[in-house]
């Protein structure tokens, strides 16, 4: 790799506006998935009964999922739209855009029927803004991650992202600190509160995220006149291979947090190993710890490169799978609570920590907001139907089909990892250390 590849990351020593951006993008990134994830536990624990009653507690188990699983499959619509107009306007505007179509579709949540009110009206709204949910964060990640990715500096691409992926462990942290707050409210108005509360956190972002400037890459593309006709086409044509690459990846992520969180929520509560609270603890000190795990796991691909990292984090994934249960099934607490860390903290965080950065490598400037959102949202999908897919596999398979399901997800990010290149190996650093040692550093970033 040339300098001249290297100055598609934006400047040698970042923007002085590079720590202000990455904050901004990891508060935007808190307030989605703290709407987002709200919705995962919610499905796990109250709206098999408030919204598809009269089943047993499995068959409103599988239908709340799948409405869980019908946003995920608007994501990569809302990941090709976003992309889209990130690359033709600007990656701004699809972040205000985004947080505020997604704290709208939340709110709404928690104002809806229930179908003892409404009957087959209510889970039909709920499918409906569950959609617009969808579509809004498959838009956000996009934005939110080139932003901070493009004002970094070169040598702390991973440390800055970082910083944005930790906002999702933040939310899912708020998230199940409200709902384990509001559990004593009454079964319906313990989901209902934390949908009402988001509007407050949609009102901060807004603010933040206004204040924000324009990436730099973006700004260079535009001015040299690089805007791409149809960005989606092109990096198709162009990038497939990646495209794949990067859902592979991916679906080790987040297809393995739908097993190890999404599904675990149910999978505790319904064979009683522990009640509504004992699983909320459990997951609001594993949020607590994947805050700084996420960021450790992206600073840590700045010093050895981002494919390593991977591969050895999806190998132990592979490995975890079967413990994973078995150290659940015994019903004690402290074993839970350690068990639910590592799943997220080691397995989940640090594919996220290096994909910061990784995605947006894999791509060319003028299409990396096309590229990266699409590789990073059609794998959700797949875990956005997991859960519904998990629970069939328990009632066929019991415990051991859902820990296959999850070493499965494992390999295939594990293979994915193998066949993609480095985008940040000793070479790139080596040329990195050169023009920041040759380039004044102007700004403190």
């Known amino acids: 790799m040339s300098n001249e590849a290297l100055t598609m990351r934006g400047p040698v020593h970042g923007t002085k506006e590079a720590k202000r951006v990455a904050v901004g993008s990891g508060v935007g990134a808190v307030i989605e998935t703290y709407d987002f994830i709200g919705f995962g536990t919610a499905a796990a624990l109250y709206f098999g009964t408030a919204f598809f009653p009269g089943a047993d507690p499995v068959t409103g188990t599988l239908a709340s999922f799948a409405t869980l699983?019908?946003?995920?499959?608007?994501?990569?619509?809302?990941g090709i739209i976003g992309g889209h107009l990130g690359d033709k306007l600007g990656r701004k505007p699809v972040l205000v855009a985004s947080l505020i179509l997604?704290?709208?579709a939340t709110f709404a949540i928690g104002l809806l029927p229930t179908y003892s009110q409404v009957g087959l009206l209510a889970p039909a709204l709920l499918v409906l803004v569950r959609i617009i949910q969808g579509l809004a964060f498959g838009a956000e990640w996009g934005g939110a991650i080139l932003m901070s990715y493009e004002h970094a500096p070169w040598r702390k691409k991973g440390q800055f992202t970082g910083i944005v992926q930790a906002g999702f462990p933040v939310g899912l942290l708020l998230a199940n600190l409200v709902f384990l707050s509001?559990?004593?409210?009454g079964s319906e108005w313990a989901w209902r509160v934390p949908f009402l509360a988001s509007i407050v956190l949609v009102a901060v972002g807004l603010i933040i995220r206004s204040k924000v400037p324009e990436s730099p890459v973006f700004e260079d593309v535009k001015a040299k006149g690089?805007?791409?006709?149809?960005p989606i086409v092109e990096v198709i044509k162009t990038d497939w291979?990646?495209?794949v690459r990067g859902i592979g990846l991916r679906i080790a992520e987040t297809a393995g947090y739908a097993v190890s969180v999404t599904y675990m929520i149910s999978y505790l509560h319904t064979n009683k190993l522990?009640?509504?609270?004992?699983?909320?603890?459990?997951l609001c000190i594993a949020a607590g710890i994947g805050i700084f795990a996420t960021y450790f796991w992206g600073k840590l691909t700045d010093r050895v490169g981002r494919r390593p990292v991977y591969i050895w984090s999806t190998a132990f994934a592979v490995l975890f799978g079967i413990p994973m249960f078995?150290?659940?099934?015994?019903?004690?607490f402290l074993l839970i609570i350690a068990t639910i860390v590592i799943a997220y903290a080691v397995c989940q965080n640090s594919l996220a920590g290096a994909q910061g950065a990784w995605f947006p490598e894999l791509f060319q400037a003028k299409t990396r907001s096309s590229g990266a959102s699409l590789s990073y949202q059609i794998s959700a999908m797949v875990s956005g139907f997991t859960p519904f897919i998990t629970t069939l596999l328990f009632v066929s398979m019991g415990w051991m089909g859902p820990a296959l399901l999850f070493?499965?997800?494992a390999a295939i990010g594990l293979w994915a990892a193998l066949i993609t290149r480095e985008t940040w190996g000793k070479r790139e650093r080596q040329l990195a250390e050169e023009a920041a040692s040759k380039t004044p550093q102007t700004v403190n970033a």
């Open 226 to 230: 690089d805007i791409v006709k149809s």
């Open 69 to 78: 699983g019908v946003g995920f499959a608007a994501r990569p619509l809302g």
């Open 407 to 409: 070493s499965v997800y």
């Open 326 to 332: 078995m150290l659940v099934n015994t019903g004690l």
């Open 274 to 282: 522990a009640d509504k609270t004992e699983t909320l603890v459990a």
């Open 182 to 185: 509001s559990v004593g409210l």
């Open 102 to 104: 997604m704290g709208l």
């Open 241 to 243: 291979r990646n495209i």
